[in-house]
């Protein structure tokens, strides 16, 4: 029973092992699928679409929500009409050059955004950016 022992030479396999590949992939899936909705204002509001092209948004940006049922909200906080001046002086530390992004639900008569930018004028914000949803391109 003589054999062959001297040409026992090891196949070499050219296949790239992808089971580490795809457990990263997974890792990172996971941490953006928690991480996607903390990004986001927990207000809901039912935004009108506009065609014009997305502006650069600053680091901390303000956003002043005019809800359906016509009240007001800064980022997550509710806040009275009244109050709205102090409560953008303490968002931002009375900084009024900086931007407002005005987010108005589309059910909103025109009359109550109107209100709403006066109420920011007269506190002195002149800076204010209307929020709306982008547009499908057309055709």
Aim: proline fraction near 6%; avoid cysteine.
């Amino acid at each position: 029973m003589a054999g062959n022992i001297g040409d026992d030479d090891l196949v070499e396999t050219h296949e790239i092992n992808v089971t580490p590949f795809i457990d990263v992939m997974l890792v990172l899936l996971i941490i953006f699928m928690v991480a996607a909705p903390l990004a986001t204002v927990d207000i809901a509001v039912d935004l009108p679409a506009a065609a014009a092209r997305a502006a650069p948004r600053p680091d901390k940006p303000i956003f002043l929500t005019l809800k359906a049922d016509r009240s007001l909200a800064l980022g997550d906080a509710a806040v009275a009409a009244g109050d709205l001046a102090a409560a953008l002086d303490r968002a931002n530390g009375g900084d009024k050059s900086q931007r407002v992004f005005l987010r108005g639900d589309k059910t909103v008569p025109y009359e109550a955004v109107m209100q709403t930018l006066d109420a920011l004028r007269g506190a002195g914000y002149l800076k204010v950016a209307l929020v709306g949803l982008e547009a499908p391109a057309s055709p």
